[in-house]
């Protein structure tokens, strides 16, 4: 019943909303919600949230017009990926004892980033393997580090994208 529920809010907003990008909306009216994979039935005063995509919906009784839902958010939703392999400058920096570090990748790729110490051994890997396509975000515990200059390096589909430095502060 919950992931129904989820799949309400998309659905009102490609039906009634097409301007709005709500994450939840309340009906003053029952209604349905129908899909080839799915049927979705809610009660007035309900609150319908979450996210849905196909391609043939309708909508039977519940919104007879605008006024018949409330938005409680217009978040706008973007799907953009990166259009390029991006390494971005950790923060905090300086940092004691973690720090985030993010990257972009334009497509799915084959990824590595390893933290080296001043002097250019390797202390860690942070991630490694297969990723999907967006934002990613990769956390540093240097709990166990002396504190100084450490570089990270950033490897994805099978070239150095970037080296990037960092410090640590105890």
Request: proline share 4%; hydrophobic share 40%; aromatic share 12%.
């Given at each position: 019943?919950?992931?129904?529920?989820?799949?309400?809010?998309?659905?009102?907003?490609?039906?009634?909303?097409?301007?709005?990008?709500?994450?939840?909306?309340?009906?003053?009216?029952?209604?349905?919600?129908?899909?080839?994979?799915?049927?979705?039935n809610f009660s007035?005063?309900?609150?319908?949230?979450?996210?849905?995509?196909?391609?043939t919906i309708s909508?039977?009784?519940?919104?007879?017009?605008?006024?018949?839902?409330?938005?409680?958010?217009?978040?706008?939703?973007?799907?953009?990926?990166?259009?390029?392999?991006?390494?971005?400058?950790?923060?905090?920096?300086?940092?004691?004892?973690?720090?985030?570090?993010?990257?972009?990748?334009?497509?799915?790729?084959?990824?590595?980033?390893?933290?080296?110490?001043?002097?250019?051994?390797?202390?860690?890997?942070?991630?490694?393997?297969?990723?999907?396509?967006?934002?990613?975000?990769?956390?540093?515990?240097?709990?166990?580090?002396?504190?100084?200059?450490?570089?990270?390096?950033?490897?994805?589909?099978?070239?150095?994208?970037?080296?990037k430095k960092m410090?640590?502060?105890?």
């Open positions: 019943m919950k992931n129904i529920l989820y799949a309400g809010l998309l659905i009102l907003c490609m039906c009634v909303f097409t301007e709005l990008h709500a994450q939840s909306v309340v009906s003053f009216m029952g209604g349905d919600f129908n899909s080839p994979s799915m049927k979705l007035a005063g309900e609150v319908i949230s979450g996210g849905f995509s196909g391609s909508l039977a009784g519940g919104f007879t017009s605008r006024e018949d839902v409330i938005a409680t958010s217009n978040e706008q939703i973007t799907d953009a990926l990166p259009t390029v392999f991006r390494l971005n400058q950790n923060y905090p920096n300086p940092f004691n004892p973690t720090t985030n570090i993010t990257y972009d990748l334009p497509k799915a790729s084959q990824v590595r980033m390893e933290v080296y110490n001043a002097i250019g051994a390797q202390v860690a890997v942070l991630t490694e393997g297969y990723r999907s396509a967006g934002t990613h975000t990769v956390k540093f515990n240097a709990s166990g580090y002396a504190s100084g200059m450490y570089f990270y390096r950033f490897i994805a589909a099978g070239k150095v994208i970037s080296t410090l640590l502060i105890k």
